[in-house]
């Protein structure tokens, strides 16, 4: 899987609880992606990074903050999880090209 | 975000048969475009990608065509197998930024 660790793979967590799913990556990729993963909806981006400390939003990033201090690692945080925010969560990475996908993280907000 | 749809979300085609899936981006400036396979429990795999300076690419067993002046994207799968039964996502991506992603099709392959 492209050297691409996924932490958790799964979760099952209270609504209100703060919950950060971890993504480290081997490759030295500059681009890190964050996607969720619905029923009718495809993958949906919630946040990116283009680097170290460089971040940006996604389509849906209402509800999530993200976190890269080192080229290798990026961190999805909810700060109060949702039911809404369960899903299954994938990570990313790419040079510029095609992104290749970690094996995700379920996550389910009871 | 951009749209990124396809026209068919299930297929069903016999094994042996050509498959063609189809997918319709609405960003004119999207410039780089991607095929995933998603099987069941796992993240999705890059199948074959095509700039925006081509019309058609090859891999093995499978073709990409592009029509910008449509924006459209199909994927061709000759020769169908069971292995191929899976959901399969088109991408579209501006200046390697981010990627938008379809809902996605899943190709049932009946033998």
């Known amino acids: 899987d492209a050297g691409i660790t996924q932490s958790p793979r799964h979760k099952v967590t209270e609504t209100g609880t703060p919950v950060t799913l971890r993504c480290h990556q081997t490759e030295n990729h500059r681009y890190m992606y964050w996607y969720r993963q619905d029923p009718g909806h495809g993958l949906r981006l919630i946040h990116y990074s283009y680097g170290v400390k460089d971040t940006d939003k996604g389509e849906v990033s209402d509800g999530y903050s993200v976190s890269r201090s080192k080229t290798e690692d990026f961190l999805l945080t909810l700060e109060s999880a949702t039911s809404s925010q369960t899903s299954v969560y994938f990570c990313a990475i790419s040079t510029g090209g095609e992104a290749f996908f970690g094996q995700g993280t379920r996550l389910t907000v009871v | 975000g951009e749209s990124v749809g396809l026209h068919l979300p299930t297929l069903s085609v016999q094994e042996g048969d050509n498959s063609i899936i189809n997918c319709a981006y609405s960003?004119?400036?999207?410039?780089?475009f991607i095929w995933y396979k998603q099987e069941s429990g796992k993240g999705p795999q890059f199948i074959i990608d095509?700039?925006?300076?081509?019309d058609k690419r090859q891999g093995q067993r499978v073709t990409v065509l592009l029509n910008k002046t449509v924006k459209h994207l199909s994927l061709q799968i000759a020769a169908t197998q069971p292995g191929d039964s899976a959901v399969y996502f088109c991408?579209?991506?501006?200046?390697?930024?981010?990627?938008?992603f379809g809902s996605g099709t899943k190709l049932n392959v009946k033998p």
């Open positions: 960003n004119s400036a999207s410039d780089y």
């Open positions: 991408a579209e991506n501006e200046n390697f930024n981010k990627f938008y």
């Open positions: 095509i700039r925006s300076n081509m």
